[in-house]
């Protein structure tokens, strides 16, 4: 029972990390712009369509197209910063869900009518290959996403907490208009928090095709997960989400083994909504509150 157990949880924290890239994004976007991007997911699945063409055409490695997504992913987050969502920033909310919803159409769509529906893999080296430590087992290409996921992350904090970039961005996060008294450029900074958002999205993409398949719809499954973690690890917290993501990822992986295969998601959400009740709480220290630190 306790072998059960303990496999499901590795399998959810293996996947949790994944959640974590795509939860990251979705809130430094909503801590640094104020606004969801409901998006996200679709740049998960350009990011697997990136990484399958590399793999499928030049045999590249799904790992060594991070070097292609990621800074491709950042280029598309800027100019969608610099076109689209600026002219739509205010005080009202409603322009700002409308064009990322359509945006989240329109990519779909653009998916569908470019590589149809079908499903698309890579087979590489490791995608068969495990660790095995007695009844225990750990996927070689997901221990290496989890790792490589969790260094992202880590890295990202540390842009954030030593760059002037990074103290940029958390300081436009706080308070946007004492940002631009300090002299700080608003637009540069959200074209920035943008760019890097989708970078992780794509990574995660990247990360995801040695044992996923890629497809039009596949973003979804990802972005549910990311906004319920996003909820739950308090919005604009980066550290928050990154927790929330992998409990969200055992909570689930303990659902599909004890529950059944279709309900994974639904265990998911329960417990989500069960934290969210009020008896759970993080600690606030991530994009918009880190801020704080100097006012104490």
Known sequence: ????????????????????????????????????????????????????FLANQFGIDPLVSLLVSMPTLFVIGVLIQHFLIRRVLGPNDMPQIFLTFALSLLLLNLALMLFSANYRTVHTSYSDEAFHFGELYIPVAKLIAFVVA?????????????????????????????????????????????????????AAGSLLMPFYSAYPFVGQVFVLMAFVAVVLGSLGN???????????????????????????????????????????????????????????
């Open 1 to 52: 029972m306790w072998e059960t157990v303990a496999q499901a949880v590795i399998n959810g924290l293996l996947i949790g990390g994944i959640y974590a890239l795509v939860s990251i994004g979705v809130t430094l976007i909503f801590g640094v712009v104020k606004i969801v991007n409901f998006a996200q997911g679709e740049f998960v699945m350009i990011g697997m369509y990136i990484s399958f």
């Open 238 to 296: 980066v550290i928050g989400a990154l927790v929330a993501s992998l409990m969200m990822g055992v909570a689930e992986s303990l659902g599909i083994q004890f529950v059944g295969a279709d309900s994974g998601l639904i265990v998911a959400f329960e417990y989500g909504a069960y934290r969210l009740r009020g008896n759970f709480g993080f600690v606030r220290s991530g994009v918009q509150t880190q801020c704080n630190d100097g006012e104490q």
């Open 150 to 202: 969790m260094l992202l992350s880590g890295a990202l904090w540390v842009f954030l907490h030593t760059t002037d970039l990074g103290k940029a961005m958390r300081a436009a996060a706080q308070n946007r208009d004492v940002a631009m008294l300090m002299g700080i450029n608003p637009n540069r900074v959200f074209c920035v928090a943008l760019g890097i958002a989708l970078a992780l999205a794509g």
